[in-house]
């Protein structure tokens, strides 16, 4: 069996009566929340296996960190 096609449905952004200014600003918000520009970056350099695998377990770690002090930190008075 052939691969299968991924289906991508483009990004879109109407400029409306706000101006081009909102919509580049809106198109910028879409992009980073595809993952798009992260995407972007990370190919711009090749990283060997071993390296992406410890930028991986790294970045791991620090997300587990950033929510263990979230959880130990009280919240507002």
Do not use: F, N, W
């Not at 377990?57 to 929510?67: I, M, S």
């Amino acid at each position: 069996m052939p691969s299968e096609a991924v289906q991508c449905k483009p990004l879109e952004v109407v400029v409306g009566d706000k101006g081009i200014e909102r919509a580049i600003k809106h198109l910028k918000r879409k992009l980073a929340s595809e993952g798009i520009l992260r995407e972007l970056k990370s190919r711009r350099h090749y990283l060997k296996p071993s390296i992406k695998r410890r930028k991986k377990q790294a970045e791991a770690a620090r997300r587990r960190r950033k929510r263990a002090k979230a959880d130990t930190e009280p919240r507002g008075l």
